[in-house]
């Protein structure tokens, strides 16, 4: 019997979510990361620009980059924070959040073709491992080792 | 209570897992793609460079870059095939085997904390879920939809 190789399967899964998730998105006119990056203000409002990038997996050099056309269409707006004067924080607009609405249903569409062939019950279980792997692997540092002998 | 975010998760597992492998890879001295194409040619002998790209997710045009290294240290061999003369066919050397079998303890370690908190019986609902999973998005091609209203 073959061992399981999750760290391949994994790859592949993500592979071929790939072309899903970013068809929605280009649909929308959004990158991934600027989807990502709406969701993730849509459920922390008001994050500067640095802990956006931290919790949408980007540099804080790169989230400029993503965020100026969200900015600049109106999706995203930043605001002094009024607690901090010299920190600005950003949020929805309100056409930022219809934009997520609309996108909603083909978003839908991808999470449930991921789990087409798990029954309801077990869908539980599979988010449930999947988070546990993730928490395992961000606990856990890289490891030197297996090194590769000299010739 | 909120909807699980497969496709925000399955990213997620994907850049966690990514530093564990790639420290895996770089400490043999590979890329992970290389490594990815020794692991299908353990698995295939005697494939195309076009056929080992299809299974190793990367472009024909990229696998040369990939494979020249491996060639050069003599991890793989390119032959004819006996039965197509026109055709090269890539495998792997003694010493390509050799550097698999040296690395298998470091990528067992990594494939044993990605479900570190699963129990065992657990592990192959696991990987019938990603399984599955890499199957629905790979039979259904991405569909336009949710189209972004002209301003």
Redesign the interface.
């Known amino acids: 019997m073959e061992?399981?190789?999750?760290?391949?399967?994994?790859?592949?899964?993500?592979?071929?979510?790939r072309?899903?998730?970013?068809?929605?998105c280009a649909?929308?006119?959004?990158t991934p990361a600027q989807y990502?990056a709406l969701?993730v203000l849509a459920r922390r409002p008001g994050l500067t620009s640095s802990e956006l990038a931290r919790r949408s997996?980007v540099r804080a050099q790169t989230m400029a980059a993503t965020i100026e056309p969200l900015l600049g269409d109106r999706l995203v707006r930043r605001e002094q924070d009024p607690t901090h004067q010299r920190r600005m924080l950003l949020d929805l607009t309100p056409k930022g959040e219809a934009?997520l609405e609309?996108?909603?249903?083909?978003?839908r569409?991808?999470?449930d073709?991921?789990?087409?062939?798990?029954d309801e019950n077990?869908?539980?279980?599979?988010?449930h491992?999947?988070?546990?792997?993730?928490?395992?692997?961000?606990t856990?540092?890289?490891?030197?080792?297996?090194?590769?002998?000299p010739d």
């Open positions: 061992l399981t190789n999750f760290t391949y399967v994994i790859k592949q899964v993500e592979l071929a979510l072309p899903h998730f970013n068809a929605v649909n929308a006119g959004l990502t969701t997996f934009l609309e996108m909603s249903p083909a978003i569409a991808v999470e073709l991921i789990v087409a062939e798990i077990a869908r539980a279980d599979f988010a491992y999947l988070r546990s792997a993730r928490r395992s692997l961000d856990a540092g890289p490891r030197p080792s297996g090194r590769r002998s």
